[in-house]
């Protein structure tokens, strides 16, 4: 599975978007992207995948490069809520390699 | 729907001492997990189950640690003689099975082992 470069840590002001780069330049072709969060003292919480297209759902939107080997997560309007720590994930099998992720703080 | 159920939420004990972590998937999710969380770390794969079936414990310390699923629903993880380096967070998930099997995840249980 493909390893992933993402940034320590990353500030947004609240209320403006948050993106969240993700570098994985080692991707392969039927290998996925995933993204979770997780916040304080909870288990990881899905928030989207895709392939090659971007995507978007209730809580965020990816966007993937043509050429795939990176993509940004982005939470259109951030709220105090959304601080967390963020995973990009490249997922080919079953197995979930997580790194150490993205610490996003939202400023009030 | 209900979420991944895990308990207890958080355990203490002496070294040497026996331990068991519960999970309950959610319903009609095939396959289970379970990860350990270091501080400061990500999540890493322990053991994953298809149904009642262990297809991945490479990474599951077996001299130490013990897992099982009976009748493919909820999942005990056992850890007998707990150990200082044990201490971290023990995640459950569970997968439709179907597709990419995105995977959800439950609270976790946090051991401290003293």
């Known amino acids: 599975d493909a390893k992933t470069t993402q940034p320590p840590s990353m500030d947004c002001a609240e209320g403006r978007a948050a993106n969240l780069p993700c570098n994985h330049s080692?991707?392969?072709?039927?290998?996925?992207v995933y993204w979770y969060r997780q916040i304080h003292s909870q288990g990881p919480q899905y928030i989207i995948h895709?392939?090659?297209n971007n995507e978007t759902n209730e809580m965020a939107s990816l966007i993937i490069t043509e050429d795939r080997k990176s993509s940004t997560l982005i939470l259109p309007h951030a709220t105090l809520r959304d601080t967390a720590v963020y995973y990009c994930?490249?997922?080919?099998?079953?197995?979930?390699?997580f790194g150490t992720g993205t610490r996003l703080k939202v400023l009030a | 729907e209900a979420g991944v159920v895990q308990s207890p939420r958080y355990k203490i004990i002496e070294k040497k001492q026996p331990v068991a972590f519960w999970c309950n998937p959610i319903?009609?999710?095939?396959?289970l997990y379970w990860y350990r969380q270091n501080l400061g770390q990500g999540p890493e794969l322990l053991i994953r189950y298809e149904n009642e079936e262990a297809v991945d414990d490479s990474q599951l310390p077996k001299d130490r640690f013990s897992a099982e699923r009976l009748k493919g629903v909820d999942s005990t993880l056992k850890i007998q003689p707990a150990e200082l380096g044990d201490s971290a967070v023990y995640l459950c998930?569970?997968?439709?099975?179907?597709?990419?099997?995105?995977?959800?995840f439950g609270p976790g249980t946090r051991l401290t082992v003293l």
């Open positions: 998930a569970s997968g439709d099975g179907w597709g990419t099997d995105t995977q959800y």
């Open positions: 994930i490249v997922r080919g099998t079953y197995k979930y390699i």
């Open positions: 319903s009609g999710h095939n396959t």
């Open positions: 080692t991707i392969s072709g039927n290998e996925y």
């Open positions: 895709g392939l090659k």
